[in-house]
Each structure stands twice: as structure tokens, then as C-alpha cells.
């Protein structure tokens, strides 16, 4: 067998219910290199966030089974998952919201396919590069999610417990 190392693609979350949107922005991001995972609610969302944490969430905020804000405030409770809103929502004071509750990034529709991957590419490189305050010992660390529990002496890598002496 050959020796093979398979790149693999960072995955990211988009929870937008207007589908055109969804599909042209998962299509897009696909052509630049990432894992793309879409749903049209928040429902569908938590349950993928149960699953799988991503390496990154594009997040709307007016959906029709609630608010993007209060999802994005929820999450962030539990994980450390960078955040960029793209929203219909342009008051300052909706993006001083959405920064508040721990955003990277906020991106105001209509936008520029380009400049959204641009954005992406700029807040997972942070992220990478460790350039953020992880919380509750969830890192990211290379190309994987990293989770120490210090009082459990536990370390969940990608989810998958991993066993220490």
C-alpha cells in the first residue's frame, strides 16, 4: 500500500433559509477547498452541532425557527467555534450585537462570493494560528478539535476520547 496522507478538508456550518443563498454559498466555498455542510434551520443545526463540531459557522441571523443571535450566544457557552454572521440585518447596532456575542466576523447581503471566502479564509487562519483565547479547553490545534478536561484528566480529540496514563 502506498503511503498516502489525505488532505483533510476543514468543515464548515452554513444556517441560511433562503436555499439559493445556502447552495450558492456551499458551492463557492466548495471550488475554494472546504468540507461544506448547509441547513435551513436552527434545528437542524444543533443536531449537526451534537454531532460534529465544525471548523468554522457562517450563521444567519432571521430564521424561521429563531434567532441567529441566540443560537450564536448558546453556542458559544459550549464551544469555542468561530463565528461569521452574513446577514440582511446592517444597522451598527446589529453588528455591534453579533460582535458582542463573540463574532468574527460579520458580513452584511448582498455580498461578494469572493470577499465571504476571503473572510473565511482569514478568520480560520487565525484561528490556526492561534491567535484567540480558546475557552472551556476546547482548542483547535492543527486540524483537529481538541477538548482537555483538567479536573477528569480526559482529552477528546475530534470527539474521540483518547486514553492517557
Known amino acids: 500500500m502506498a503511503d498516502q496522507k489525505q488532505e483533510i478538508k476543514e468543515l464548515i456550518y452554513i444556517v441560511e433559509d433562503h436555499e439559493v443563498i445556502r447552495e450558492g454559498v456551499r458551492q463557492y466555498l466548495e471550488l475554494s477547498g472546504y468540507a461544506v455542510r448547509g441547513f435551513a434551520n436552527l434545528k437542524s443545526a444543533r443536531e449537526a452541532f451534537a454531532a460534529q463540531v465544525p471548523s468554522l459557522l457562517i450563521q444567519d441571523v432571521m430564521l424561521p425557527d429563531g434567532d441567529g443571535f441566540a443560537f450564536v450566544k448558546q453556542l458559544k457557552e459550549k464551544t469555542d467555534c468561530p463565528v461569521i454572521f452574513m446577514t440582511a440585518r446592517t444597522e451598527e447596532s446589529d453588528r455591534i450585537l453579533g460582535f458582542e456575542l463573540g463574532a468574527d ?11 465571504l471566502v ?8 487565525r484561528y490556526r494560528n492561534g491567535s484567540y483565547e480558546p475557552s472551556d479547553g476546547l482548542l483547535y490545534v ?17 470527539d474521540n476520547l483518547v486514553i492517557l496514563t
Open 118 to 125: 476571503l473572510r473565511v479564509q482569514a478568520v480560520l487562519r
Open 142 to 158: 492543527g486540524d483537529h478539535w481538541m477538548r482537555f478536561d483538567e479536573q477528569d484528566h480526559r482529552l477528546e480529540v475530534d
Open 105 to 115: 466576523d460579520y458580513i452584511s447581503k448582498p455580498f461578494s462570493p469572493k470577499e
